[in-house]
């Protein structure tokens, strides 16, 4: 039994599908990304812990879901499904799942997983997250038909034989979330590196003991012997000082002992730096204080940038849908049921659910205040 069924495709006239196939394939599909440009995102990363951090936080911020059956009496094979599903060498469950695959769209602008089928090919085995690098996305017979290619290790192009079980979305236009920032992280890490460069300098501070003997003396012919033995006893004062034993350095004679670059200062980088930060995070859409940058914001400022960051998600919400619910009316299928599943979102946050409360609040107050003038007239 085929339970992976081939959706239907509008008609069209084949003279403008023949015209315009070239165009609405380059409009619609993006591009795949190429292995070194995957490689620049996951070593961005590395470099830049807030963008880790940002990403980590807006896959979280996502929110969990419940996957609907239309028909209450699959509801609870559905359930079991979706939650002991398993995924790759991950985990289990579609959580596990959407998490990666969600990690990967806004990392590198577009993922893709697939369906697998057991031995029988009649049943689901498991889902698995694949690498999109290796992955081509091109046209099929129409506009509205992806065919789908993996590319090897030695540069060969072998097709799916089964796009039908192939789960891809893209963001708009294919274009990673990441792009554009590595030009900003290259200009912030290189400011970290001359922070710590200067700090080798002039943080980490050293002296400069310089012995004068007097020229009317005989010490000025004992003043080799004399510098070797200053600068032993004072190379024993330091090392000392590492363990915890505190001695003094006495000396006789005009000893002369300096701090090398005590009157250089640091340079301020707070400006640059947060200017960088500031384009960083604007591109990544959230907000400052989830991160734990403490900028000087108002309340109203704060919730203004919460209700953008609400709407973001909304719109990573969208894409995930489709995915989820092909995983769903898959199973259901394969079942031999008659059914369709939909997807229903958690609230992004708590400040949500206050808000729906004061709002059945005021609305219920609202109700009692109109019964009461009903009841008088």
């Not at 339970?3 to 015209?19: D, G, R, W």
């Not at 200062?265 to 384009?279: H, I």
């Not at 990573?316 to 979102?345: H, K, M, Q």
């Amino acid at each position: 039994m085929k339970f992976f069924k081939k959706k239907s495709v509008p008609k069209a006239v084949p003279e403008l599908i023949t015209a315009q196939r070239s165009s609405q394939c380059r409009m619609n599909l993006p591009s795949a990304i190429e292995p070194f440009e995957k490689e620049l995102y996951d070593r961005l990363r590395n470099a830049v812990p807030i963008i880790d951090a940002a990403l980590m936080k807006i896959i979280r911020l996502t929110g969990g879901f419940k996957v609907i059956c239309s028909d209450e009496r699959y509801q609870l094979q559905l359930d079991d499904f979706l939650e002991n599903i398993p995924v790759g060498m991950t985990g289990k469950s579609i959580n596990t799942f959407i998490d990666n695959f969600l990690d990967s769209l806004l990392t590198y602008g577009s993922a893709v997983g697939e369906i697998s089928l057991d031995s029988s090919g009649e049943r689901i085995a498991g889902l698995w997250n694949g690498d999109v690098s290796a992955v081509r996305v091109a046209c099929g017979e129409n506009p509205f038909i992806r065919r789908y290619a993996v590319k090897n290790d030695d540069n060969t192009i072998k097709t799916v034989n089964h796009p039908e079980r192939i789960l891809y979305a893209s963001l708009t236009g294919g274009r990673p979330l990441l792009r554009g920032i590595p030009a900003l992280s290259g200009i912030l890490m290189r400011i970290y590196e001359c922070i710590g460069q200067n700090f080798d300098r002039i943080g980490n501070v050293r002296y400069a003991v310089t012995y004068k003997p007097p020229s009317d003396s005989g010490d000025f012919a004992y003043s080799r012997e004399r510098a070797v033995q200053i600068a032993k006893e004072w190379a024993d004062g330091m090392n000392s000082a590492k363990y915890g034993q505190v001695k003094d350095f006495v000396a006789v004679g005009d000893v002369d002992i300096k701090v090398i670059g005590a009157e250089n200062q640091l340079f301020d980088t707070n400006v640059p730096v947060r200017q960088l930060m500031e384009q960083i995070i604007a591109k990544l859409s959230i907000p400052p204080f989830l991160l734990g940058l403490n900028w000087n914001t108002t309340e109203r400022m704060s919730s203004q940038q919460a209700d953008i960051l609400t709407s973001e998600l909304e719109y990573y919400r969208r894409l995930l849908t489709p995915v989820i619910c092909e995983i769903g009316n898959s199973f259901i299928c394969s079942i031999g049921a008659d059914a369709v599943c939909s997807v229903e979102w958690d609230n992004i946050n708590l400040q949500d659910e206050s808000a729906l409360a004061e709002a059945r609040l005021k609305n219920a107050q609202a109700r009692e205040i109109e019964m009461r003038l009903e009841n008088l007239n």
